[in-house]
């Protein structure tokens, strides 16, 4: 219990941190967006090649995760369609609730990893953003487009524009054509990877809008608890089923526990979702980790 808290306390001290920055207006209003794309186009991408370029992708945990990530993301996405049916929810709310259950904040799941499981918890980890980032990032569009028909080109063209996805590909090209990081560049990717995740948790913090939680108080509940508690539920029977080792169960479990990615608000007001909800599930979620993250671990331990 000491050592998750140990682990866990600083990446939410930065989350508050960045709130706070905000909140008193320092260093300006226009830093934040600033910072949010300097993440999200160079530093983040920087992580994620790095730790593909190098990684041995005959890593017999590969085919196994994939399988994990198809039954967790697919037993989830198949829950929502029934339920959507039954309630009869519209694209734009249906949109926000799946990005709230199935979207994951990958900046706190990559420093979490990093502080509990080191540098084999990282490769792991990059190995399940480039199956998951892709598959996800299709299931919100469509949700979000559920109402209105939607070419494929509109469901791809987000995937192949999106730089994290972008990352994975090049730096599993550069592994199979075993280019590797030569001449110094690991360490230059390594500095930039170094900045990526205390920035994105500090512009986690900056985008939280506790205003927005007013209203849809029961909607805001139920997504919550679906996320937070049965969604690493769902992946701690896939993991179990499957006989996965202890470090693949234990990445696989905190990326289905995580709370929902803040970019999520963002393709919710471009693609005409209800921008309010998603607000309030990106805030409410965030706050709740700080309890259930540590919760979901010590399930792990035990």
Same mark, same amino acid.
């Given at each position: 219990m000491t050592v998750l808290l140990y682990s866990l306390w600083p990446l939410f001290a930065l989350i508050v941190g960045g709130y706070l920055l905000r909140r008193h207006d320092f260093p300006g209003e226009a830093f934040w967006p600033a910072a949010e794309r300097l993440n999200y186009f160079i530093l983040f991408p920087a992580l994620l090649f790095s730790s593909l370029a190098s990684a041995p992708l005959d890593n017999p945990a590969l085919p196994r995760l994939a399988l994990a990530v198809l039954l967790g993301l697919g037993g989830g996405w198949l829950a929502l369609l029934l339920v959507r049916r039954l309630r009869g929810w519209p694209a734009a709310r249906f949109g926000a609730f799946t990005q709230g259950i199935l979207r994951f904040n990958t900046y706190l799941g990559l420093a979490a990893i990093g502080s509990l499981h080191g540098q084999p918890g990282l490769v792991l980890a990059a190995l399940l953003l480039a199956l998951m980032v892709p598959a996800v990032n299709v299931l919100s569009v469509w949700s979000l487009s559920a109402d209105r028909a939607v070419s494929l080109s509109g469901l791809l063209l987000p995937i192949l524009k999106n730089p994290l996805i972008l990352a994975c590909l090049a730096g599993m090209l550069f592994n199979l054509l075993g280019i590797g990081l030569p001449g110094g560049s690991d360490r230059?990717? $390594?500095?930039?990877?170094?900045?990526? %995740? =205390?920035?994105?948790?500090?512009?986690?913090? &900056?985008?939280?809008?506790?205003?927005?939680?007013?209203?849809?108080?029961?909607?805001? &509940?139920?997504?919550?608890?679906?996320?937070?508690?049965?969604? =690493?539920?769902?992946?701690?029977?896939?993991?179990? &089923? %499957?006989?996965? =080792? &202890?470090?693949? $169960?234990?990445?696989?479990? %905190?990326?289905?526990? %995580?709370?929902t990615a803040p970019t999520a608000y963002v393709l919710t007001r471009q693609l005409g979702g209800d921008g309010h909800l998603m607000a309030g599930i990106i805030t409410l979620q965030t706050l709740l980790a700080a309890l259930s993250l540590p919760l979901v671990l010590i399930l792990l331990a035990a």
């Open positions: 230059l990717l $390594s500095l930039l990877a170094a900045a990526s %995740l =205390p920035l994105g948790l500090l512009c986690v913090g &900056a985008a939280l809008r506790p205003q927005e939680l007013r209203g849809e108080k029961p909607a805001l &509940a139920w997504n919550c608890t679906l996320r937070l508690l049965a969604m =690493p539920l769902l992946a701690y029977a896939v993991a179990k &089923a %499957l006989h996965l =080792p &202890a470090l693949e $169960s234990n990445v696989l479990v %905190l990326f289905f526990a %995580l709370p």
